[in-house]
């Protein structure tokens, strides 16, 4: 697979030079590729916001390289510009960055940076609004008379509008109902889907993270300690637990009932997957018999 | 630059004797050095006060590194205090330089070092108060010492009140503007090139969600004190009770003897 986004022994101290002085980020190897659906998971504090800033320009590395497309997105100010159309960042909470008059505004405000044509700008938002389920009467309303989670629909269309060909989106489900939860994340696989998008989504739910995404890369103490396919990350379950994040639920019963003895596998994080692994080991257990 | 290293009044946490003092006794200390410093007319006094300022500096244990940096944003204001002092203090003695419409006695040099380190000890014992004591410890104190006002129907509990949810939040919104920044930026949002007007227009997007959040945070703010049944400052009764101990005293007659001290040997010397 072609990388899209590299970091090359990527650092970040925060307040450098002060008392307060701490590095976020320690020689961080990171590769996102062309795409693909990759989860970043991560304790409060880990650096995983730290480093997803640093992919699209906004915070700037004290020390290493952030690669977009192979070149340094560093390389001049114009460039780091770019960047910042090409790789959308929807920040936590995004409800509270709405500001104009109507939802067609807010999220036409992207594409009008960029500098585009009133006709394309029209067409990308009405196609950004259609991807999060905005209604078309929600376009002409205040922004601000919208519930929670329809606010943060309009601000995940207004960076979607951007067209980003890698889009990173840091808890997008914090704070949802559940219907909420599997609404926005269906939405944003849609994205994925139409666009060949390269999605990286930013989570500490494990769970959420096993049913969507194809590679995870964890995030700990401004290193990453191991990524892999949810399989072979859940397979480190003693150290996630240490790091505080734990593997899902699922996974953890399948481990209890190997250590008590059952012969089944317990690389599983998905009902389907469950069902299947409960049936190969009752096929098993019914054989010996 | 980040917004978050901006220092406004910072507050160094120590356990030195000057932290543990009273706030009332630093606050009224605070004053006590200012009227002894416009008290102060000649070398002796000067060179008393300044050695009294570098003890305390010195026993807080802030740096003087700090101090200097907090000093930055006035140096113009002192530079043209000591200038226009120096050029304008008119002497009875020879002019020392004259030319032109410039005339520089020796009133003017010795009034110009006496502005320049009056300023700069002003200053800097209003620092000492600030990075020694905890904002709130100094709004309590503030409170304290403000209470007989009550009498003449100021609401000194509500301005306290005010004041420290002020301080409280500052820290708050600077995170949170550094936030929509980052959010806008990320869409492109230009806040640093084009012309007044364009730079005007950019805040929009900044200002717009950042009133939106304080006043939400405001309205939360007030629910939540209202659950908890707050009504005001009467007959309530407070965690942190301010009590004057022996150093306390010590301090405060310290206080009153440099200032008498000060008063009196003004008139004496040059």
Known sequence: MEPIIQTERLSHIYSAGTPFEHGALVDVDFTAYRGEYLGIIGHTG???????????????????????EGKDIWESK??????????????????????????????????????????????????????????????????????GGQKRRVAIAGVIAMEPSVLILDEPTAGLDPVGVESIL??????????????IIVSHSMEEMARTVDRIVVVNDGKIPFSGAPREVFAHGDELERMGL??????????????????????VYTIQQARDAILAAMARKEGTV | MALKDITLGQ?????????????????????AYIVALFLAANVVTYAILLVLLAA??????????????????????????AILNLFFTPG????????????????????????????????TCTFLLTYTTSPIMLTDGLEKLLSPLKAIRVPIHELAMMMSIALRFIPTLIEETDKIMSAQKARGADFDTGNLIQK??????????????????????????????????????????????????VALLLSLAMCVGIGVLAHYGW
Not at chain 2, 11 to 31: E, N
Not at chain 2, 69 to 76: E, K, L, S
């Open chain 1, 46 to 68: 880990s650096g995983k916001s730290t480093l997803i800033q640093h992919l699209n320009g906004l915070l700037k590395p004290t020390s290493g390289k952030v690669l977009f």
């Open chain 1, 78 to 147: 114009e460039r780091t510009r770019q960047i910042r159309f090409q790789v959308g960042l929807v920040f936590q909470y995004p409800e509270y960055q709405l500001f104009e008059e109507t939802v067609y505004k807010d999220i036409a405000f992207g594409p009008g940076n960029m500098g585009l044509d009133p006709e394309e700008i029209d067409r990308r938002v009405r196609q950004a609004a259609g991807f999060v389920g905005l209604k078309e009467e929600t376009l002409q309303k205040s922004p601000f008379e919208l519930s």
């Open chain 1, 186 to 199: 269906s939405n944003i696989h849609d994205y994925h889907v139409a666009k060949n998008a390269t999605i």
């Open chain 1, 246 to 267: 734990g593997v899902p639920a699922m996974t953890r019963v399948f481990h209890r009932l190997r250590a008590m003895g059952v012969d089944i596998d317990p690389s």
């Open chain 2, 11 to 31: 507050y160094f946490p120590g356990k030195t004797i000057i932290h543990r003092l009273d706030p009332r006794t630093k606050l009224i200390g605070t004053v």
């Open chain 2, 56 to 81: 305390l500096i010195a026993i807080s244990k802030v740096g003087v590194k700090s101090i200097l940096r907090g000093m930055r944003p006035i140096f113009i204001i002192i530079l043209i205090t």
């Open chain 2, 92 to 123: 009875k003695g020879e002019p020392l330089v004259s030319w032109w419409v410039f005339t520089i006695y020796v009133e003017g040099i010795r009034a110009a070092v006496f502005m320049i380190l009056r300023i700069m000890m002003l200053i």
């Open chain 2, 200 to 249: 005007a227009k950019a805040l929009v997007p900044l200002l717009v969600p950042l009133f939106i959040s304080a006043f939400r945070r405001a309205d939360e703010l007030a629910v939540a004190m209202e659950c908890r049944c707050y009504h005001g400052g009467s007959g309530r009764t407070r965690l942190r009770q301010l009590k004057m101990k022996g150093m306390d005293i």
